[in-house]
């Protein structure tokens, strides 16, 4: 991979994760999230294998499943809260499909399946940043 292009996707690791960290509304950190998905993908994918490539999409059809998840209850509690704060949820649906969703985009058990599976088709390096520094 090009050294460039490999100092733009990490910067934008850190962009995203920094950007998930600061924000108090609910778009921003979805936002981050998916700057972080996309950011650490042709990470995953640079090693030109099937299995990595298989890792890759199985990690982004998770991830996007996780990101849908959020962006529809942080949607749903600015609708019947009346904001975006993240430190404004008290709807016990809103507040749930936010757990389950946050849990399954870090692979937290029992939304833990995708993983193992994940993590055996990368190489050492990928797979430390994605079970350290994205979950």
Same mark, same amino acid.
């Given at each position: 991979?090009?050294?460039? !292009? ?7 690791? @850190?962009? @995203? ?14 936002? @981050?999230?998916? &700057?972080?998905?996309?950011?650490? %993908? ?10 990595? !490539? ?13 990101? %849908? ?16 704060? &993240?430190?404004? !949820? ?7 499909? &936010? ?7 870090? /692979? ?9 599976? !994940?993590?055996? /088709?990368?190489?050492?390096?990928? @797979? ?8």
């Amino acid at each position: 991979m090009n050294p460039y !292009v490999l100092a733009i996707l990490l910067c934008s690791l @850190g962009l @995203g994760t920094t950007m998930t960290f600061a924000s108090s509304h609910w778009l921003l950190a979805w936002m @981050g999230l998916e &700057i972080n998905t996309l950011a650490i %993908a042709p990470l995953m994918a640079q090693q030109h294998h099937p299995r990595a !490539v298989e890792a890759t999409t199985k990690y982004f059809l998770i991830q996007a499943t996780a990101a %849908a998840m959020i962006l529809f209850a942080s949607t749903t509690n600015a609708w019947l809260m009346g904001e975006w704060n &993240i430190n404004n !949820v008290s709807n016990p649906m809103t507040n749930m499909m &936010i757990i389950s969703a946050l849990a399954l985009k870090i /692979g937290l058990a029992p939304a833990h399946f995708w993983l193992p599976e !994940v993590l055996q /088709g990368l190489n050492l390096t990928t @797979g430390l940043i994605l079970s350290t520094w994205q979950n």
